[in-house]
């Protein structure tokens, strides 16, 4: 009997605990991976992580990173997010 022995899985991305990401470091990230961290960014926010005032300015350092089309695709997540609050607020 042969055991299958533990096979890598895909690369897992961890948003970090403190939002110490520098210009040179967020450059160096993907479109793809800006956008998911904007993402993780919201999620942070409304869970209380991270405090409205240091999200928006995460939020609008990243955004200047991205081309136009992802800038659309941010601008839907956002007005997505804000109409899914509202629905559930009574």
């Known amino acids: 009997m042969v055991r299958k022995s533990a096979s890598a899985g895909p690369p897992v991305f961890h948003a970090p605990m403190r939002l110490d990401w520098t210009d040179d ?8 991976q800006l956008l998911n961290l904007l993402a993780n960014l919201d999620r942070q926010r409304l869970s209380g992580r991270v405090s409205a005032a ?37």
């Open 25 to 32: 470091k967020l450059r160096a990230l993907s479109q793809e």
């Open 54 to 90: 240091e999200a928006a300015a995460a939020d609008q350092r990243i955004t200047a990173l991205l081309t136009g089309r992802n800038r659309q695709k941010r601008r839907a997540q956002v007005q997505h997010a804000g109409a899914a609050v509202a629905a559930e607020t009574p």
